[in-house]
């Protein structure tokens, strides 16, 4: 089970900052764990990604504004955007992948929808 | 980055069979998913590696993947098949992943 948190409003040039807490204790597992968004009216644009180890890959088109870390001992992993504008606004998604590297997103969480807007 | 290229909208009628493709250079090579998409919901995966089916997901959803184009088919439409389908693949050029634009499914 994965449950994303976070603040449901942030304002422009701002930080937006999520965690997902994942159930089970399947964090240290033999996975990636993923940000997914979908901004209205949009498609879904994967964000980035972290494994247990801490190595991360990230969508170049976020990349300098972008941060995925974990936190083992909670159980949870984090997304941290700065310099927030209109164009965040979506519903943001962890999600698993599951198995090998190139797996699929297997498990995702329910989604939380972030605002930008002063 | 790779690019994943699928139809806005695809139209059928109840019973008939849906073909959603998925274009991107040489996806033969790649191992592509599917995911259904609906409003208010998570996305939920209906095909993974070209052509696996995950428990709980009926059979009238198969895929198939070849050359430049992954195939995403339903037999036998029916009106919960309502959705956005999605593909998707990772790019071990680049250790990204890509989804595909999304193609709306209106069922008639």
């Known amino acids: 089970q994965l449950q994303e948190s976070g603040p449901g409003l942030v304002k422009p040039s701002g930080t937006l900052s999520l965690t997902c807490a994942v159930s089970g204790g399947y964090l240290n597992s033999n996975n990636w764990w993923s940000w997914v968004r979908q901004a209205p009216g949009k498609g879904l644009e994967w964000i980035g990604e972290?494994?247990?180890?801490?190595?991360?890959n990230y969508n170049p088109s976020l990349k300098s504004r972008l941060t995925v870390s974990l936190d083992q001992s909670k159980s949870q992993f984090s997304l941290t955007l700065t310099s927030v504008t209109a164009a965040d606004t979506a519903v943001y998604y962890c999600?698993?992948?599951?198995?090998?590297?190139?797996?699929?997103?297997?498990?995702w969480g329910q989604g939380t929808m972030v605002i930008v807007s002063s | 980055s790779f690019v994943l290229t699928q139809p806005p909208s695809v139209s059928v009628a109840p019973g008939k069979t849906a073909r959603i493709p998925c274009g991107g250079d040489n996806i033969g090579s790649k191992s592509v998913h599917w995911y259904q998409k609906k409003p208010g919901q998570a996305p939920v995966m209906v095909i993974n590696?070209?052509?696996d089916r995950p428990s709980g997901i009926p059979g009238r959803f198969s895929g198939s993947n070849s050359g430049n184009t992954a195939t995403l088919t339903i037999s036998r439409v029916e009106a919960e098949d309502e959705a956005d389908y999605y593909c998707q693949v990772y790019d071990i050029s680049s250790d990204h992943r890509v989804f595909g634009g999304g193609t709306k499914l209106t069922v008639l």
């Open positions: 590696y070209d052509s």
């Open positions: 999600a698993r992948v599951g198995g090998a590297t190139k797996g699929p997103f297997d498990i």
């Open positions: 972290i494994y247990r180890s801490g190595t991360t």
